[in-house]
């Protein structure tokens, strides 16, 4: 079992930058892909970054590319998301998810691809 729990989230202006941390307990966490998907009001849940269990590599939605990055470090059990550039429509609940993958590199991007999710932190934007 792996417990995730977001912080970080808040109330910025559009242009701005926030930074969104995840707190991993439970298991050997390099064995996790991780990653973030947010859902905003009356919409469906939707991917935005995802990160390898080794951090080595990457993968983002088309909309939040060159504004988001995620990294992670393994030994605080810790995923991030560091969103420059907010826009309005950034604003949502923004979730933390792991998916168990061993040794693999994979970085899976749809939520059927991530086993534990957190409970979420609310990131509005300002316009």
């Known amino acids: 079992q792996v417990q995730l729990v977001e912080s970080g989230g808040g109330l910025v202006k559009a242009g701005d930058s926030l930074s969104l941390s995840c707190a991993a307990s439970g298991r050997t966490f390099s064995n996790y892909a991780m990653g973030w998907f947010r859902q905003a009001p009356g919409k469906e849940r939707e991917f935005v970054s995802a990160i390898s269990g080794s951090g080595g590599g990457t993968y983002n939605a088309y909309s939040v590319k060159g504004r988001f990055t995620i990294s992670r470090d393994n030994a605080k059990n810790t995923v991030y998301l560091q969103m420059n550039s907010l826009k309005p429509e950034d604003t949502a609940v923004y979730y933390c998810?792991?998916?168990?993958?061993?040794?693999?590199?994979?970085?899976?991007?749809?939520?059927?691809?991530?086993?534990?999710w957190g409970k979420g932190t609310l990131v509005t934007v300002s316009s």
């Open positions: 998810a792991a998916g168990y993958y061993g040794s693999y590199s994979f970085i899976p991007h749809t939520a059927d691809g991530f086993t534990y």
